[in-house]
């Protein structure tokens, strides 16, 4: 080989080098990458994950959205607006995501027939099944007495946004709707981004978009109840466009040392009494979280067969429910929930 021939060989090679080379940093500056954001907020934790051709960190804005959710809703902060309201200040002045929020629930509440109320927290106050609260077992006298303080028709927000209530007892708690709210707003704001991948999470309330890989959604777990504290996943679902929440029963609850008997953390608000009926724990696939949230927390306390029924008619939503039937641990799923859940 001629050493002219050898030289433009070289000059080829080197050609092609140089274009590779300039592929791979155009990709690594241009092509999506997972970024992957994780901490606590709303009490609980959480892990965003999306991709970004700009590698953009849009922690700070995480943080913002967090703030503005407490600042409203946080029945822990007694400078937010909802914990103001709840002592009875009528010069509060709510914003557009209490306003939002209110106006989730009356919906759902309304579909429900009730079961589904964000002021049954002075029972779930009372009870002492809330966080960090001592359990206590009032008397059927006391939770008569408090029953009359339920019921989202003994509010309103006026059109000034102030809130008014038939009761100043009226305690108004967010807490069952406002982390898939949460989870809303922060899809909102990668949409606004032009984030077409992501997955969001928290406190196990989780809304994906896009895909994870070429082909392929985001996977996530379905925890199997457990009573023993450990934690195990049941069954694999795929989520693309999807918001998906749980709420149980077999972790959040309290035992009366006296009795030894479980007290679920969530209340029937029409009896006022601790939810105990068959099922473990409602997983809700929604187009919003808030909506899949608040429907989990409802079917909860509305028990098996009610719920079964409901779905029936509200084919929209789609659940898988894992319940106990002679003292055997069993499993409910709708046609488009069990069409999403991963091969055994």
Known sequence: MGKEVRIKMLVKRIGLLSLLIAF??????????IQAVAGEALGTTYHIEYKSAAHRDYTAAFNRIFNAVNASMSTYMPSSKISRINRGDTTVVVDSLFAEVLH??????????????????ILVNAWGVGP??????????????????????????RPDFRMEKEDPHIFL?????AKGYTVDLIARYLDGQKVADYLIEIGGE????????????WTVGIEKPR??????IMREIRLKNRSLATSGNYRKFRIDPHTGRKYAHIIDPHTGYSAQ???LSASVLAADCMVADAYATAFMAMGFERTVRFLNRHKALD???IYDSDAAMKVYATQGFRQRLCKE
């Open 277 to 279: 009926g068959e099922i």
């Open 319 to 321: 659940a898988l429910l």
């Open 173 to 177: 708690d967010f807490n069952a709707i």
């Open 132 to 157: 960090e609260r001592p359990l206590t077992v009032p008397d059927s006298a006391t939770v008569d007495s408090l029953t009359r303080f339920v019921g989202l028709q003994k509010l309103r927000l």
């Open 104 to 121: 989730q629930s009356r919906v759902i509440w309304k579909e429900t027939d009730g079961y589904f109320d964000p002021t049954v927290g």
């Open 227 to 232: 009573s023993d504290g450990k934690r195990s």
């Open 24 to 33: 791979f940093l155009a990709c690594s500056k241009k092509c999506p990458s």
């Open 206 to 217: 989780i809304r994906a978009h896009g895909q994870k890989s070429a082909g392929q959604g």
